[in-house]
């Protein structure tokens, strides 16, 4: 396993631009999530994916955030319209409900993350 | 609706002392734990995680957790600190397999020498 890997690391936008992060999940994994951490708080759900299917949205997750994961492999979080309360960092985590060999892997592995702010 | 609480946002232990850091939950149906580390500007890592059995669990680094469902309670342990411990410790609960984790806001271990 490689790990989840998370691009950019860091972005700084101007509020009301539209921001697009990635997520690769460790290979063969076919459960991913998103979560948001502000400043002195733990991580919070956002939504979550079963292959290319969108299991899950939180209510923190409005209309003008979108996520995707099209081929069940990386996804992308798109944030419309950034405002300053966008300033966080946005997680990305994968695990395996059942692999071709029958493996599972419940335990959700974390991607180092990508800071925005916004100014 | 399910939480966690952790008590005290800040930690601080001598190097070589007992490490306590507190973890109550709140759930409706039998929960399964968790213990993440975070290191500066890195994402989580599992410390140790509770899902059935054996209450006491073992982790990495020396780990572990206690699962007692008459306090609700989920605390984590470690008999001698060390320098490397120091980082942000958050506890969390899910209500089973694959399902999103509910976090606490962290707990902020500081181990000076």
């Known amino acids: 396993d490689t790990g989840v890997s998370q691009d950019p690391r860091h972005k700084i936008t101007k509020r009301g631009q539209n921001v697009t992060f990635r997520c690769d999940p460790i290979?063969?994994?076919?459960?991913l999530y998103w979560y948001r951490q502000t400043l002195g708080q733990g991580p919070e759900f956002l939504t979550y994916?079963?292959?290319?299917?969108?299991?899950?949205k939180s209510r923190l997750l409005s209309d003008r955030f979108s996520a995707e994961r099209p081929k069940g492999s990386f996804s992308t979080l798109e944030i419309q319209r950034t405002e300053q309360g966008d300033s966080a960092m946005y997680l990305c985590a994968s695990s395996l409900s059942r692999g071709e060999s029958g493996r599972v892997t419940d335990t959700q592995y974390f991607g180092p993350g990508t800071r925005l702010t916004v100014l | 609706a399910q939480s966690v609480t952790q008590l005290g946002s800040h930690v601080s232990v001598s190097e070589g002392a007992l490490v306590l850091l507190r973890c109550n939950y709140s759930?409706?149906?039998?929960?399964?734990l968790f213990w993440y580390v975070q290191y500066p500007n890195q994402g989580l890592q599992l410390l140790l995680k509770y899902t059935t059995g054996a209450t006491l669990v073992k982790g990495i680094n020396g780990f572990e957790a206690e699962f007692k469902k008459s306090e609700t309670s989920f605390h984590l342990t470690k008999p001698s600190a060390h320098m490397s411990d120091a980082a942000e410790y958050f506890c969390?609960?899910?209500?089973?397999?694959?399902?999103?984790?509910?976090f606490g806001t962290g707990t902020r271990l500081l181990v000076s020498p």
């Open positions: 994916f079963q292959n290319e299917a969108q299991l899950e």
């Open positions: 969390a609960v899910s209500e089973g397999g694959f399902q999103k984790l509910v």
């Open positions: 759930s409706s149906v039998p929960p399964y």
């Open positions: 290979s063969e994994h076919n459960r």
